[in-house]
């Protein structure tokens, strides 16, 4: 740890408020560009060391989670209905930590298709929805996805998928060694016709930048990285921002409001410390990266006189179109050992069902992977059917786990103005702050896709020689790790939060860049483009900032 | 079943072949200190088995006879012989202590019910193992049996330090091997992969 310590009198460049996937590129790209960067994280700072490999504590006691004792939430599925008080998981599930969620996610790379940037004219309207083109397109973001691809760290093989977009440089490693999963998926989708390629994941299959090589542990999803080899900005933005003398991270540091001055420009944060004592932080410039559910939160939460709908909210979407992606699985048990709790969670991805389609007679888009996902805990818990969750066919439904896998559907979710974050009316956190309200019902077409693409699983498990096939049971979204466009990019202010350089339409000293900026939720793995927004806008505002054009 | 707790050699062995020698030296106590810090803490079954801390022997037979039910014993060790009576004992006392009292509400109320179906019993513990069986089934909807289910699931799953997992035997159950390295070939169907045959048309850039 290392890196420069500003005194409670300096007024910094640009305070950061999120040090996770977008957070940590920000610091990185603004300090590196000569800014004093402050970067306020809520949560604590761990290093690879602190990491531990104990299913119970980490899935079970959300060691790396948010805590809903301190941080509580509330769920409805409609605005007519009264929420409830979430227990178990999340319904905005992440990491609060130094790093964010880029510490504990499963590091599926995907880059977004051209067509995700238009598919509003693609298409066309879908009514009752938000659906939009993007301000930019894929050509725009190319070069920055090929930078997350170099400077973040993923392995992957460069035109292997028929569906890739176009790309400037291949990976910069090989991809991953293939597991028994992936030769299945592979097996099954190529007898049918399909185009399985290997799948691009942010984890090192070499060594890289100073970081060790996956060591194939298997505690990825949900865990730290002890290896450092998966590419959490912990590991590379980070420390690269702190190295450059202008950059402090200072966690364990909640950030409750944005302040406003009387010609509505952004004046700094008010945030609490360890002990719970407040501060404020002055700054020339506000970047938030909180996620897509707290960012807008603050957004909402620092309401004032001249702002009284919450900073840059004119428009009156920070909160809405929340989108979660669907997610759903297919369980398979083969003849013989896959031992799928070794290494990284995929291997091998189908992308042949990524496009809309309009034979299908309902929206939506899609990937298929290969897996077995969580570990021996979460698998006994949610794999086995209800007929054979308890008892002797339990235990020989366990004793099969080795011969057992899994597959992955993520689907598209529509953009709705009722699905939002906002702030519940009674409920306040153990900060005395308004607690997160959730308002969520998937789109009747994200059900039907969602349930199309798991169907396509249980065809390729069975192509593939599957013994047993059996389909997840497949619900709701009540909740995720992706908390994508509650304070959309766009060109118009009267619907959009952020400008296509992801400063808000309202305060031009206040910028925004996390999962809160998409305007469509892609297929199901948004960082990679969360990261290549970052390093644009990160770019975009430095170029502002020398510029003086804020 | 591989050994455990010589990750150190496993390590050497497993990066050697893929990193350079230079590279190793230079990163290795650090590395080997994060690795084995996270490897250790999977490895140690430091629980104590030989009494009770929070349940009352009573009720503690009674969890062990539903967990017995849930993954039943046989050719293979089940709940009773992983000891997830013991984990269901100290997380109670421990880690999940705040959930203890209602834990202990839920059992009572279980209890309470059990009597009432089946009078001049002591207790579901002394129900002949057929009616045990009957008895969950007709109440495996209700939240307590949820709640037992998970628990028992965790005991049987997770690290043996939280009571359950008698040497590690729910884990040889379900065929993980704590060890913290691997390499390919995982399983049976990839050792034999012949690699990535590219598409028509496609051309593959590495």
């Known amino acids: 740890m290392s890196g420069r310590v500003f005194k409670p009198t300096d007024t910094v460049d640009f305070v950061v408020v999120g040090s996770g996937a977008a957070g940590g590129v920000m610091a990185r790209e603004l300090s590196q560009a000569g800014f004093d960067v402050l970067v306020l994280e809520q949560g604590p700072r761990y290093t690879a060391a602190d990491f531990r490999h104990d299913e119970l504590d980490y899935w079970f006691n959300g060691h790396l989670s948010n805590k809903l004792d301190t941080n509580p939430q509330t769920f409805r599925k409609t605005a007519n209905d009264v929420a409830q008080r979430v227990e178990g998981f999340p319904a905005a599930w992440y990491a609060p930590t130094v790093g964010g969620s880029s510490t504990h996610f499963t590091a599926n790379f995907w880059r977004f298709h051209e067509s995700d940037f238009k598919e509003r004219s693609l298409l066309g309207e879908i009514p009752g929805t938000t659906f939009a083109d993007w301000p930019i397109d894929y050509a725009e973001l190319e070069p920055y996805y090929t930078k997350v691809e170099w400077e973040i760290g993923v392995s992957g093989l460069a035109g292997a998928s028929p569906f890739d977009p176009p790309r400037s440089r291949p990976y910069p490693m090989p991809p991953l060694p293939v597991k028994s999963s992936g030769v299945l998926l592979e097996r099954g989708a190529r007898k049918l016709g399909l185009h399985p390629f290997p799948a691009p994941m942010a984890i090192a299959s070499a060594p890289y930048r100073g970081r060790a090589a996956c060591a194939h542990c298997g505690f990825c999803m949900g865990f730290g990285c002890e290896m450092q080899a998966k590419s959490s900005t912990l590991y590379n933005m980070i420390p690269e921002a702190e190295a450059t003398g202008r950059c402090e991270i200072r966690p364990l540091s909640y950030v409750s409001r944005v302040e406003t001055n009387a010609a509505g420009r952004a004046t700094g944060v008010a945030y609490f410390d360890k002990d719970r004592k407040e501060h404020f932080q002055k700054a020339r410039a506000v970047v938030l990266s909180a996620n897509g559910a707290e960012t807008a939160r603050l957004l909402l939460m620092s309401a004032n006189s001249k702002f009284p709908d919450g900073l840059a909210n004119s428009s009156g979407m920070v909160g809405r179109n929340l989108m979660y992606n669907t997610y759903n699985e297919v369980h398979a048990v083969y003849e013989r050992a896959l031992n799928e709790y070794k290494s990284v969670q995929v291997t091998r991805i189908v992308h042949d069902f990524y496009e809309h389609d309009p034979k299908r007679g309902f929206y939506g888009g899609g990937g298929l992977d290969g897996r077995i996902g969580p570990l021996p805990i979460a698998w006994a818990l949610l794999a086995p059917p209800p007929e054979r969750s308890w008892g002797a066919e339990f235990k020989a439904l366990l004793e099969a786990m080795p011969r057992a896998m899994i597959v992955a559907a993520h689907g598209t979710s529509l953009p709705l103005e009722t699905n939002r974050v906002d702030l519940d009316p009674a409920l306040k956190d153990a900060w005395g702050l308004p607690a997160m309200r959730i308002t969520y019902k998937d789109h009747p077409d994200d059900v039907k896709f969602a349930g199309f693409l798991q169907d396509r699983g249980v065809e390729i498990m069975e192509a593939a020689g599957a013994q047993q096939v059996w389909k997840a049971p497949s619900g709701e979204s009540t909740g995720g790790p992706h908390l994508l466009g509650t304070c959309r990019m766009g060109n118009d202010p009267k619907t959009s939060v952020v400008d296509n350089h992801h400063r808000t339409h309202d305060i031009p000293n206040l910028f925004i860049c996390d999962g809160s900026s998409l305007v469509t939720s892609g297929r199901g793995q948004p960082t990679m483009t969360i990261q290549a927004l970052a390093f644009r806008a990160g770019e975009h505002i430095a170029g502002f900032a020398k510029r003086g054009e804020i | ?206």
């Open chain 2, 1 to 206: 079943m591989e050994p455990s707790g010589n990750s150190r050699r496993d390590f050497l062995r497993a990066t050697g072949g893929t990193i350079g020698m230079a590279w190793l030296a230079a990163q290795w106590p650090g590395l080997a200190a994060a690795a084995e810090h996270a490897h250790g803490a999977m490895s140690a079954d430091t629980a104590d088995r030989t009494k009770f801390v929070f349940l009352s022997a009573a009720q503690a037979r009674d969890v062990d006879a539903i967990a017995a039910q849930i993954v039943p014993s046989g050719a293979t060790p089940g709940a009773r012989e992983t000891g997830v009576v013991y984990f269901v004992d100290q997380v109670h006392a421990g880690v999940w202590k705040s959930q203890g009292e209602g834990f202990l509400e839920r059992l009572k109320g279980f209890q309470g019910s059990c009597a009432k179906h089946h009078p001049g019993t002591g207790q579901f513990a002394d129900l002949a193992t057929g009616e045990q069986f009957a008895y969950l089934k007709h109440m495996e909807r209700s939240p307590f049996f949820g709640e037992m289910r998970f628990l028992t699931v965790l005991g049987l799953l997770a690290l043996p330090s939280y009571g359950g997992n008698a040497g590690k035997a729910g884990w040889n159950l379900v065929g993980f091997v704590d060890r913290h390295v691997w390499e390919s070939p995982y399983g049976d169907y990839d050792k034999d992969y012949p690699g990535f045959a590219p598409y028509p048309g496609t051309k593959v850039r590495s």
